[in-house]
């Protein structure tokens, strides 16, 4: 194991209640595509008493939006052997991109094998599209960023003939900003964040003009971690563990988006601690943003909005593990001085790049270690 010193937490004699919750990532870290990384099953086996419950709060953080919530609690229960339920989120009027292009098949016109035989103008209704929201990477490129513009260019009504005035355009909103990820091929696959630095470029080669987001969601923003916190801290109250929960540890495989996001968060909560209780107006109407499932058997019914008016974490700390997007050339570094900021920044365009968000409080080989090594810290035993 290697990293920073071991920093305590405060705890000088063993404890069996926690007074603190893990935030997992999930690719690169539990697995590599649909590969399970054997040292995942091990940590989760340190994490659960004999009837399958959690000993300390655990909330799993991915910006992995290409499948539904319970789809990924079910993947990870089977692969981890862990029971987990999550609740489902969606919309009421949702236009995809399948939609779109089969309601007005003559805007894609890539794929001459997808062209319609018969060029002639659809005449079925669409409702105006009121926003657009992103939440991971397509499988045809080239029709969601067609696609894409035209709505933004005809303030919701693809089809018809672009607007001189398209600016500002209808809101978007994105939930994955991950430049790169790992599945099951040795080198990071580009990621959602790629996407978008596809579709910014583009929109501001037609328009000269930024395209401009009403919201940044998931890792590293913010209100991904006060959701994941409020999640943590309602387990806790659940399981009756009556010590506040005082450190949050962020295990990640991704500097930009794990350890750049935890790092934030961390900021956020000193600064929190100095200026007094933080404001909800930008966190009101937020729930679900981000990917947090809860590892519980029924749903959290607190409201969480309130929740987060109570006294936050006192911190939060991440743990870069050496499975995923981050490889360390050769070896993990031996100490904790041989600085990794020097990385070129692959965070989005919108976060201002800081070396010190992405210098990690500590590094390890993989999950199991991590484990370990937050309950040395802890000083927790296990009951």
């Not at 939006?65 to 089977?78: E, F, T, V, Y």
């Not at 607190?302 to 929740?307: A, D, F, G, P, V």
């Not at 050769?330 to 020097?342: C, K, L």
């Amino acid at each position: 194991m290697c990293g920073r010193p071991a920093e305590r937490s405060g705890h000088s004699a063993l404890s069996a209640l926690p007074s603190f919750g893990f935030l997992f990532d999930i690719d690169g870290v539990l697995v590599r595509g649909k590969t399970p990384i054997p040292a995942a099953r091990t940590a989760f086996q340190k994490l659960v008493n004999s009837q399958g419950q959690f000993l300390v709060p655990v909330v799993f953080v991915t910006n992995a939006g290409n499948c539904l919530r319970q789809n990924k609690a079910d993947q990870l229960s089977h692969l981890l052997g862990v029971p987990l339920v999550c609740p489902s989120l969606g919309f009421c009027q949702p236009i995809t991109i399948d939609t779109l292009r089969e309601k007005r098949p003559l805007l894609d016109a890539v794929d001459h094998d997808r062209r319609p035989k018969v060029l002639s103008p659809s005449a079925v209704e669409l409702p105006k599209i009121e926003a657009v929201v992103l939440f991971g990477e397509p499988v045809r490129w080239e029709t969601s960023l067609q696609l894409i513009i035209d709505v933004l260019l005809t303030s919701g009504y693809p089809g018809n003939p672009y607007e001189q005035q398209n600016h500002p355009h209808i809101p978007v909103l994105a939930c994955n900003m991950d430049l790169m990820w790992v599945a099951e091929a040795q080198s990071p696959r580009f990621g959602h964040g790629t996407f978008m630095v596809c579709l910014e470029n583009i929109y501001k080669k037609i328009t000269g003009k930024d395209l401009k987001y009403e919201a940044l969601m998931g890792k590293p923003s913010r209100l991904t971690y006060q959701y994941a916190e409020h999640l943590i801290r309602a387990q806790a109250l659940q399981r009756s563990w009556e010590q506040p929960i005082q450190t949050l540890y962020a295990v990640g495989d991704n500097l930009m988006t794990d350890v750049y996001g935890a790092n934030l968060y961390n900021r956020y909560l000193q600064e929190s601690s100095r200026t007094g209780p933080k404001s909800l107006l930008q966190a009101k109407a937020s729930v679900g943003r981000g990917s947090a499932t809860l590892p519980q058997d029924h749903e959290i019914s607190l409201s969480w909005e309130n929740e987060l008016a109570s006294a936050a974490a006192a911190r939060c700390r991440s743990v870069l593990v050496c499975t995923g997007v981050y490889s360390p050339h050769p070896e993990v570094p031996p100490d904790s001085r041989d600085s990794i900021a020097g990385a070129a920044f692959h965070g989005h365009r919108d976060f201002r790049f800081d070396p010190g968000l992405v210098e990690p409080d500590h590094i390890v080989p993989d999950v199991d270690a991590a484990v370990d090594l937050v309950f040395q810290l802890e000083n927790f035993v296990p009951n």
